[in-house]
Structure formats: structure tokens, C-alpha cells
């Protein structure tokens, strides 16, 4: 339950802070005074997106905060699950800046909107307004079942069970379209796997192929050239070698004469035999240098076909093509196999068929047990709160198998006897919408682990004895769940344990929305003007009075 709210730079609100009861709140204040923008406040607990629109003052950053007690429920997991500390009181904030950056924040560790989402869902049922007209969505007919149910173990199993089903049949799917397609277009894969393999690929070396061709191309004018620089190193009459030897015994003689002398003679000395080994390698590579045309075509003739190869599968390496060429034959491979992996996987789809449908079928009759049931007492409850001659059916039809069942759910109503109910969305009126929707979030109040929920206006269209029942089943919720109702009917102000008042501040400069607890004679006076508006009289103010005195036994 919500321990503590606080809400900073927030629309209208400059700052705010209350402590509900743990029990029934009701929040009253005039239309526009900022009732429902705590909704909206408390919505970024839940994970809801913000943008700076949201600041009231657009240089400061927006905070909400909200504390809640949750020792009494077991969200120990869920934590864990999203690699949270979990703490029996967790601390909730959200932050949004001026540059329109949201942060979130659970016990103070930094999360993302999607775990917010997760933790907030299990903290908190907010009913708006528009979700009143949800009730009309099949789907939140289905999920309001199921909770009325309170079987999530045969729900659980047979989630299970699909999930597994819709992961055969995804890979059935995707063996029966490569069949197809391998079909229209093996041909042409295997002609390209052919001249990838006539190609040797694995033994080809481009950067050598190619400096050999350079070589053998321009092998005369390098036997020419290396024949000179021979010539002049190691054969001419002034040879550079003959040279250097003459140099190299004239220093030697007299190297013992100075350390440096030295020096120079073994430099002149390592010359010499670097010179020699240098003339006698040009003297190996002019030996193997020939030109050979038969080879120079050759390699022309493979460097053509891998520039060819290059380009038609749009790569620059030989080892590119290589991979192309193995994941051609790896498709191949898996065409050819494909046959027994199809009647694989259709046997595999079968049994996952078999046991989802065997599931599904357990809870499809759960369903149908849980249906009867549940459109009665929807039934009871809105005859209590004044529709009187309301009928209900819930209709379980058969369906596709998806991840919700193998069922769909149709909620009918009439508001009036002997008319047959319809679908509820195309006959509810918006204040039927509302007290179908307070029924069925009192019957499955008891069922969910809910610590706090949270209605907006839900006593849209009612008065009088009907404003009193529903205070009733509040005060009933009440007893296991926190409850907040934002209102504006004096009966669901005199029912609360704790009224609290909003309303705007214009002593400043700028109105701004506020909240106070109301206690004793300052709740017996906003109880009247509700009733008897502004001024209220003497006869509104016994009439605040005897609201208050009717109301149900208070909670501390």
C-alpha cells in the first residue's frame, strides 16, 4: 500500500505530500482543481512516459515519489526478475528534468519504464474513467474472468503449453517457406555453387597471384636491370665490391691504431658482406626471373575469374567468396534434408497441439463454471446500486488457439426487463459502464493481491441510497486493500477513513493545486457545501452530519 506520496513540479501542483490510510481515502475538491492530475502524477509511478509539459516551472525538474508497504505480499520474485533490491518498503521516483530526460528509480537503483511497469502493476489498480469503457474490450473481459476464477495454475499450465505450440508451429512455418523457396530457385544456388567450387577458392592467394603476374610481365626489363646493377656491384673493372675489399684492407691495417679507426673498419668490414650477399641474392633472383607467357596467361586467366566472382557477389576477398560459397552449400545441404525435417517438426507440432488443446480444454471449462458464477454476482451487485432490472451474460465461444486460451469472451447487458442483453459496448450507457465496472472490481478484489487501487470518479451517475451501497463495498474493499476514490458525492465523503480536500492556492502568482486532510468541523463544512453548495445552510451542514454518522464503522 502506499505509505507516502509526494509529487514536486508537477502541472499544477508545486508540491504536494500526503500519507493515506491504509484503508478508504476519498479525495474531494471542486471540478479543475487538480484531482485528477494526481492521477497523472501517480501514472509516472507506473512506468507512464512524460515529456516536459508536465513542469509547472519549466527551469526545475519534475519528482514524484511514492513509499509503499509491500512485507505483506510476496513480490520478492519480481524484484529479483528484474535485478532489483527488494526491501519491504520500496521507494518509487520518478524524474523528469527540463531538458526532457526521465530517470526512474526503485529503493534508489536507477531501472528502466518496462521494470517500472512490471513492479507498478502488482502495486497499484488504477481505475480512470477510461477504463470504465474498457469493460466494453473483450480481452479485459477475459483478464476480469480469469482473476474472478483465481485458477492461474491451470491458466499457467496452459500458457505453457501454447507457448510451446506456437514455437512448433513457427518452425514448421519456417522449414515449409524455405521448402518453397529453395523449390524456385535451387538451380540457380547450385550453378553458383559449381563455379565457386571449379574456382579452388581454398587454394588461392590473390596478393601473391597478382605480384606474380607483375613479375613475370616485366620479367625482361628486371633481368636487364638486374644484370647492370651486378655488373657494377661485383664485375666491372671498378667494381664496387673490388672496391670496397681494397678500402677494407687498407682501414685494417690500421685499426689498431685508434679506437674509432677501429669503429670504421668493422663498419667498412660488415658493408663488404652486406654488399656481397646482396649482389649474390640479385644474382638468384635474375636467375629464376623467365618469361613465360603460357603462365603469365594462366594467372590472368584465375585472376579474371575471382575479379568476375568478386563482383557478382558484390565482395573484395577471396575469403568473402569462400564464405558465400559454404553458406550456398550449407543451404543446399539443409534443402536436401529438408523433407525429414519438415515431417519432423510436423510431428513435433502435432504433440504440442495435443497438449495445448488438452489444456486449453481444462480451462475452457473453468471458465464456463467461473462465468455462471461470475454474471450472477455482477448481477447482485448491480441491482444493489441501482440498475435494478440489469441482466448479464457472459458468453464463453470456442476460438483459434492464442496465448489467452482457446476461448473468447463476450460480455452481454440489458439494463431493462425482458430485453435480451447485447454486446455491452454496443447498450451500456456511461454511467452503467462505471457500476459494471465497480462490480466487477469488488468481486475480484478478494482474489488479487492487489494492496492499493484507486478510483476516478467512479460515481459517475449515481446518488443517493445507490452512493451508499457503493460506499458500503469500499468499505468492504477496504479491509484487505487500500482504497483511493477521488468523488464528488457527499456520501462517498462522509464514508472514507481519511478526506482529503483539493483545491487551488491564488495567493501567489500563479494558482497552483494543493491538498489538506480534512478532520472534525473542517470535513463537516466541505461535506455541506457539497450538498447545499457554497453557503451552505443549517439544514445542509445537520445533513453533513448525519452522512457522517450513518457511515460505516471507521478503520484506524
Known amino acids: 500500500m502506499i505509505k507516502s506520496l509526494q509529487i514536486k513540479n508537477y502541472a499544477l501542483i508545486r508540491e504536494l505530500e500526503m500519507s493515506p490510510s491504509s484503508h478508504l481515502n476519498i479525495i474531494t475538491g471542486e471540478t479543475g482543481a487538480g484531482k485528477s492530475i494526481m492521477l497523472g502524477a501517480v501514472g509516472l509511478l507506473l512506468g507512464k512516459r512524460a515529456d516536459t509539459k508536465v513542469l509547472l516551472d519549466e527551469n526545475q525538474k519534475c519528482i514524484v515519489e511514492?513509499?509503499?508497504?509491500?512485507?505483506?505480499?510476496?513480490?520478492?520474485?519480481?524484484?529479483?526478475?528484474?535485478?532489483?533490491d527488494y526491501e519491504a518498503e520500496c521507494v518509487i521516483r520518478r524524474e523528469i528534468s527540463p531538458t526532457g530526460k526521465s530517470r526512474a528509480f526503485v529503493n534508489d537503483t536507477p531501472t528502466n519504464l518496462s521494470a517500472l511497469k512490471a513492479i507498478g502493476e502488482k502495486l497499484m489498480d488504477v481505475h480512470s474513467q477510461h477504463e470504465s469503457l474498457q469493460l466494453g474490450n473483450n480481452l479485459y473481459q477475459l483478464n476480469a474472468l480469469d482473476a474472478f476464477a483465481a485458477h492461474p495454475d491451470i491458466l499457467k499450465s496452459y500458457q505453457e503449453a501454447y507457448k510451446k505450440y506456437a514455437s512448433a508451429k513457427k518452425q514448421l512455418d519456417k522449414l515449409e517457406s524455405l521448402a518453397a523457396q529453395s523449390a524456385e530457385d535451387a538451380d540457380y544456388r547450385q550453378f553458383?555453387?559449381?563455379?565457386?567450387?571449379?574456382?579452388?577458392?581454398?587454394?588461392?592467394?590473390?596478393?601473391?597471384?597478382?605480384s606474380e603476374l607483375e613479375v613475370l610481365e616485366n620479367a625482361e626489363d628486371i633481368k636487364l636491370k638486374l644484370s647492370q646493377a651486378i655488373h657494377m656491384l661485383d664485375e666491372s673493372e671498378v667494381a664496387i665490391l673490388q672496391q670496397l675489399n681494397e678500402s677494407k684492407s687498407l682501414l685494417h691495417?690500421?685499426?689498431?691504431?685508434?679506437?674509432?679507426?677501429?669503429d670504421i673498419s668493422e663498419r667498412v668490414e660488415s658493408t663488404s658482406i652486406e654488399l656481397a650477399d646482396i649482389a649474390n641474392e640479385m644474382q638468384r633472383v635474375q636467375d629464376k626471373v623467365e618469361h613465360d607467357p603460357e603462365k603469365i596467361q594462366e594467372l590472368k586467366d584465375r585472376l579474371d575469374l575471382l575479379f568476375r566472382l568478386q563482383k557478382k557477389h558484390s565482395v573484395l576477398t577471396v575469403e568473402e567468396l569462400i564464405k558465400i560459397r559454404d553458406e550456398i552449400n550449407e543451404s543446399l545441404s539443409q534443402v536436401a534434408n529438408l523433407d525429414h525435417d519438415i515431417?519432423?517438426?510436423?510431428?513435433?507440432?502435432?504433440l504440442a497441439e495435443k497438449e495445448t488443446q488438452e489444456k486449453g480444454?481444462?480451462?475452457?471449462?473453468?471458465?464456463?463454471?467461473?462465468?455462471?458464477?461470475?454474471?450472477?454476482e455482477i448481477e447482485k451487485i448491480i441491482h444493489q446500486i441501482g440498475i435494478e432490472n440489469g441482466t448479464v451474460e457472459i458468453r464463453v465461444s470456442p476460438s483459434e488457439p492464442s496465448a489467452t486460451g482457446l476461448d473468447t469472451i463476450e460480455m452481454l447487458f440489458s439494463a431493462n426487463k425482458g430485453i435480451k442483453p447485447q454486446e455491452l459496448k454496443e447498450v451500456a450507457s456511461g454511467g452503467e459502464f462505471s457500476r459494471l465496472i465497480f462490480a466487477v472490481k469488488y468481486l475480484i478484489a478478494d482474489k488479487t493481491a492487489m494492496p492499493t487501487i484507486i478510483f476516478d470518479e467512479i460515481d459517475t451517475g449515481v446518488s443517493g441510497e445507490v452512493a451508499l451501497q457503493m460506499i458500503r463495498m469500499m468499505k468492504h474493499m477496504a479491509k484487505s486493500h487500500q482504497v483511493i476514490s477521488i468523488s464528488h458525492l457527499p456520501q462517498f465523503a462522509a464514508g472514507g477513513d481519511a478526506h482529503y480536500f483539493v483545491y487551488k492556492d491564488h495567493t501567489s502568482d500563479r494558482s497552483v493545486s494543493r491538498i489538506k486532510r480534512l478532520e472534525n468541523e473542517d470535513r463537516i463544512h466541505e461535506i455541506a457545501k457539497m450538498i447545499g453548495g457554497e453557503n451552505p445552510g443549517t439544514s445542509a451542514v445537520e445533513s453533513a452530519k448525519e452522512l457522517l454518522q450513518m457511515a460505516p464503522e471507521r478503520s484506524n
Open 253 to 262: 691495417s690500421i685499426a689498431s691504431f685508434s679506437k674509432d679507426l677501429e
Open 66 to 84: 511514492g513509499t509503499f508497504d509491500i512485507s505483506s505480499y510476496s513480490l520478492k520474485q519480481i524484484f529479483e526478475s528484474e535485478d532489483l
Open 343 to 350: 515431417a519432423k517438426a510436423k510431428k513435433a507440432l502435432e
Open 361 to 376: 480444454n481444462k480451462l475452457t471449462e473453468s471458465r464456463k463454471l467461473s462465468a455462471l458464477n461470475f454474471s450472477d
Open 192 to 210: 553458383l555453387l559449381s563455379e565457386l567450387l571449379e574456382a579452388n577458392l581454398d587454394d588461392l592467394n590473390q596478393e601473391e597471384m597478382e
